[in-house]
């Protein structure tokens, strides 16, 4: 039986391999930069051979689509658990706190700022982010449309659109703030956020 064939015929272990591929990448993407780490640099600290790893990931782009899912998936479950509360638009305010201190960790935001790096000039994974983008962004105006609705605001598309985009850009900006500013006052900036979500969601 060939790698492959056993690979394919023992998920639970090839689960446990592209995790140790993936957290591997992760830790030579956030200290080299994707271009500047290599395959080999990745197998040495994933403890397999560069040949090992082929049979899960064909190249650095398969790492970093794989990457990008995995953050779907994760966004997909606190859009699930978002859902679930009697008004999800005060969950998203009061959450706010909590949801800045991701950001603020030095083990998750260099791989993102990564992933978004070689989006502006690789078309695969620009390709790969943009469909990862549509499907958390449509997950997300239907939350939107429905809490919305409860409190008697407008729903229609494109004001779905400049709230949802406006909620996920400040966010997003926040890894980048981070880097330009690593001391900033997180108590303060967490005050005036969750001020500045609170008008976005409820007008």
Request: with cysteine; aromatic share 6%; glycine share 4%.
């Amino acid at each position: 039986m060939s790698i492959t064939e056993r690979r394919h015929s023992d998920p639970e272990r090839a689960q446990v391999r592209r995790k140790q591929v993936l957290d591997a990448a992760a830790d030579c993407f956030g200290r080299s930069g994707f271009h500047g780490a290599s395959m080999a640099e990745i197998s040495k600290a994933a403890g397999m051979s560069a040949g090992h790893i082929y049979n899960y990931f064909d190249s650095k782009d398969a790492i970093i689509a794989a990457f990008v899912e995995q953050n779907v998936e994760r966004v997909s479950a606190l859009m699930r658990d978002l859902e679930q509360h009697a008004d999800p638009l005060q969950a998203m305010v009061d959450d706010v706190a909590r949801s800045l201190g991701e950001h603020f960790d030095p083990n998750t935001w260099p791989l993102a700022l990564e992933i978004s790096a070689e989006a502006a000039r690789n078309p695969k994974i620009a390709a790969v982010v943009h469909d990862a983008d549509l499907r958390s962004r449509t997950q997300f105006h239907a939350i939107l449309k429905m809490a919305r609705a409860r409190h008697g605001l407008a729903v229609d598309d494109e004001t779905l659109d400049g709230v949802a985009d406006c909620v996920i850009a400040l966010f997003q900006g926040l890894d980048v703030r981070v880097v330009h500013h690593p001391a900033l006052n997180e108590a303060a900036l967490a005050r005036r956020m969750a001020i500045a979500i609170r008008a976005i969601l409820f007008t």
